[in-house]
């Protein structure tokens, strides 16, 4: 079993900053070995995905989204993985979610990929 905890969500002004992380455990989880990605939900929209870092360290981003504004980050020795958002917007206001599998990931972008999930970090862009 792995347990992901969210944090670092809030309120914020549009142009703003916040870095999110997520704290994974589990007894048989090495944090260092797996994939992990945030994802986000909207109020009214579907779930979509946001950057994903694999267990090599490299980056998979939705360009859509991000545009150069978030960088997804992980430090094995604190099992975390980070993402930092800058400039954000209105329209990044979602819950945002880590996730992982303990399985070889095909197609990181993909909800159905994952099996383990956060419970959510809210972050509010005011305008």
């Known amino acids: 079993q792995v347990q992901l905890v969210e944090s670092g969500g809030g309120l914020v002004q549009a142009g703003g900053s916040l870095r999110l992380s997520c704290a994974a455990s589990?007894?048989?989880?090495?944090?260092?070995?797996?994939?992990m990605a945030w994802f986000r939900q909207a109020p009214g929209k579907e779930r979509e995905f946001v950057a994903a870092?694999?267990?090599?360290?490299?980056?998979?981003y939705n360009v859509d989204v991000v545009k150069g504004r978030f960088t997804i980050s992980r430090e094995n020795a604190a099992n975390t993985l980070y993402l930092q958002m800058n400039t954000l917007k209105p329209e990044d206001t979602a819950v945002y979610y880590c996730?992982?599998?303990?399985?070889?990931?095909?197609?990181?972008?993909?909800?159905?990929?994952?099996?383990?999930w956060g419970p959510g970090t809210q972050v509010t862009v005011s305008s």
């Open positions: 996730a992982t599998n303990m399985k070889t990931i095909r197609g990181h972008n993909s909800q159905s990929a994952y099996n383990y």
């Open positions: 870092m694999r267990a090599d360290r490299g980056t998979i």
């Open positions: 589990g007894r048989t989880f090495r944090f260092s070995m797996y994939d």
